[in-house]
């Protein structure tokens, strides 16, 4: 019954977020319309020689950069971002790969690779980072035969299953390792949605910040393979000229026809920052991701919302509060973020209200928040369930919040337990009786029996009994 008013309140809640946000002309894609305390400005851009870029902030999806972000051009190498993922999600590490001749013989030639065998065997893990490190085709192409359960066209279907899951909408893929395709595409927006849903898992996290990898020998290795990360601005393999500190990780590409395209991932003040390039050139695609990461670190910075309030947030919180006669049954969620221009304040964010449910939590809606018309970062309203007070007969003392009322406490545990023995000890000496009642019965039945099976005297049988007595004597 407890739930069930639970249940009834949620739903009157989402009912009047519902509600708040039409009436507020929220409704839909449009903003709430409230000034802003001071003018909102955006960070003046920085040039980039590359046809498109983009930066977004790791946890929130901000977007802090852009440049040409939902045209199409072709990804190269740096679709193994997707296929490490796809491989991480629906394998083991410690899983046996064998690789075929079209992974061997389709694979390197004059791409990249580390010069596997037929029918080598290596670990999932191993084949990971011989993949992201050294960008060896072979290996994606093992990899998504192991995973599409020895079909690639199977995890060529999960690939652009799960690009679409991410919210891809300018992308196809038609190969787990980016060689060229005229149908194998993507865009820098939907690049930086598969590198941050890719980042968010910890072993793809710890795979692609690492610098350098051993694999052991192999049944057709007699000696172990050295594997270095080419990320230039995370490691120090052919060149120390484009180190960059906050780098955590990444992933390099090139072809011909795609130019050269970089995935960077990178830390500092707070921030994690996911920058993408795609038809760089050669000479200045690190260039252009320092300069836009850079730019980003330079001008913006993160809001705890844990630790900061919003007029607006406040206002709208308030009148949902307000609809269970002002009873709070919501709150906002914690560790969520807000990324701003460093020249305004958490206080200039404009909110917009979005009805949500997610199935099984207790989520009833989300306060985006949005500045210079660009969406900064969002919180869940959570629906919080009442706390249970405490009865005047708990053993809670008056300073601590009990009664100072004469109270009977009431140990329900013992008295259940006691009830539990004392039906056990009535329900053994009925036992008992009964045992006995059966046992007098058969005693009874077995004297019936006997009297019966003796035999009766006649009147003959007296006399010739007391003729036999008189001859004797």
């Known amino acids: 019954m407890y739930n069930n008013k639970l249940k009834r309140i949620k739903s009157k809640i989402l009912v009047g977020i519902s509600t708040l946000a039409i009436g507020l002309g929220i409704a839909g894609n449009s903003l709430l319309c409230i000034d802003s ?38 990804p190269a190498s740096i679709t193994k971002v997707l296929t490490a993922l796809l491989a991480i999600e629906n394998s083991n ?12 013989f389709k694979n390197e030639g004059n791409s990249s ?3 596997r065998d037929l029918d080598e065997q290596m670990t999932m893990e191993q084949c990971l980072y011989g993949m992201m490190l050294e960008s060896a085709n072979e290996c994606a192409y ?44 993507t865009s820098a927006r939907d690049m930086a949605l598969i590198s941050k849903a890719a980042y968010e898992n910890k072993i793809f996290d710890k795979i692609t910040g690492t ?40 992933k390099t590409g090139y072809t011909v026809d795609a130019g050269a395209t970089l995935v960077t991932y990178a830390k500092k003040d707070g921030m994690t920052l996911i920058s993408v390039v795609l038809n760089g050139q050669t000479e200045n695609y690190y ?9 980003c670190f330079d001008n913006f910075t993160a809001y705890d919302l844990s630790s900061s309030s919003n007029t607006y947030e406040e206002s709208l919180v308030g009148k949902l509060g307000a609809l269970n006669n002002d009873k709070k049954y919501i709150k ?66 008056e ?44 005693k009874k039945r077995r004297k019936e029996t006997k009297r019966r099976r003796k035999p009766k005297y006649t009147v003959i049988d007296r006399n010739r009994n007391r003729r036999r007595r008189n001859r004797r004597r």
């Not at 960070?43 to 939902?70: F, H, Q, R, W």
């Not at 260039?287 to 730019?295: A, F, G, K, P, S």
């Not at 209200?353 to 869940?380: C, M, N």
């Open 113 to 115: 690779h580390i010069g």
């Open 287 to 295: 260039t252009d991701t320092i300069n836009i990461l850079n730019y």
């Open 332 to 397: 906002r969620g914690e560790n969520s973020t807000v990324i701003l221009p460093k020249t305004a304040d958490f206080s200039d964010a404009k909110c917009k209200l979005v009805p949500t449910s997610k199935a099984g939590e207790d989520v009833v809606g989300q306060i985006q928040y949005y500045y210079a018309d660009r969406f900064v970062g969002s919180a869940d309203l959570i629906f919080e369930k009442a706390n249970k007070v405490p009865y005047p007969f708990h053993n809670i003392d």
């Open 37 to 74: 305390k001071a003018a909102e400005i955006w960070p003046s851009s920085v040039d980039t020689a590359c046809s498109a870029a983009i930066v977004m902030e790791a946890e929130t999806g901000a977007i802090l950069y852009e440049k040409n972000i939902d045209a199409q051009f072709y």
């Open 399 to 442: 300073e601590n919040g009990g009664s100072d009322v004469t109270y009977i406490r009431f140990d329900f545990k013992m008295i259940i337990i006691v009830l539990v023995a004392v039906a056990v000890i009535f329900g053994l000496i009925k036992l008992f009786k009964s045992k006995s009642n059966q046992i007098l019965l058969k």
């Open 211 to 250: 610098k350098t990898y051993t694999i052991p020998p192999t049944n057709k290795h007699a000696e172990p393979t050295l594997l270095n990360n080419h990320h230039a601005m995370l490691n120090f393999y052919q060149t120390n000229k484009y180190l960059y500190d906050p780098c955590v990780g990444g």
């Open 93 to 104: 590490l410690s899983d046996v790969v064998t690789f075929s001749s079209d992974a061997v």
């Open 142 to 185: 093992a990899i998504a035969e192991h995973v599409g359960d020895g079909d690639v066209n199977k995890f060529i279907t999960m690939m652009n299953d799960k690009a679409k899951e991410l919210g891809c909408t300018n992308t196809h893929f038609t190969n787990p390792n980016g060689l060229p395709d005229p149908n194998h595409y």
